[in-house]
Nanobody, 125 residues
């Protein structure tokens, strides 16, 4: 699976951004997908995940209630709608995917074997 993320940029605190990730190379309906964030010098942090059908979603504690993950398997695209942005949301955001094994969505970076190139988000105060 090849992943390409778009939509990063500059936003003000309290504002919104929507990230998109276009997948190719495999039927999107067979992979769980998600987003991680990383600040230079720190470990990658889990943001959100969505099951292959889109029926199940999960969020990291820091974004719960502010971010929404969704997917369009017809268009091979996953979205991350980011609202009520905070300066601490500033990071590089990576789109990820893994071959679905059923069961619970994973919050661990090591469980995702496909990674996009990252898109930068900067939130000013």
């Amino acid at each position: 699976v090849q992943l390409q993320a778009f939509g990063g940029g500059l936003a003000q605190a309290g504002g919104s951004l929507c990230l998109s990730c276009i997948a190719s190379g495999r039927t999107l309906g067979r992979v769980d997908m998600g987003w991680f964030q990383q600040v230079l010098g720190k470990e990658r942090e889990y943001v959100a995940a969505i099951s292959r059908s889109g029926g199940y979603t999960d969020y990291g504690d820091s974004v719960q209630g502010r971010f929404t993950i969704s997917r369009d398997n017809t268009g091979n695209t996953v979205y991350l709608q980011m609202s009520s942005l905070k300066p601490e949301d500033s990071a590089t955001y990576y789109c990820v995917a893994r071959d679905s094994v059923g069961g619970a969505l994973s919050t661990r970076a090591s469980q995702y074997n496909y990674w996009g190139q990252g898109t930068e988000v900067t939130v000013s105060s």
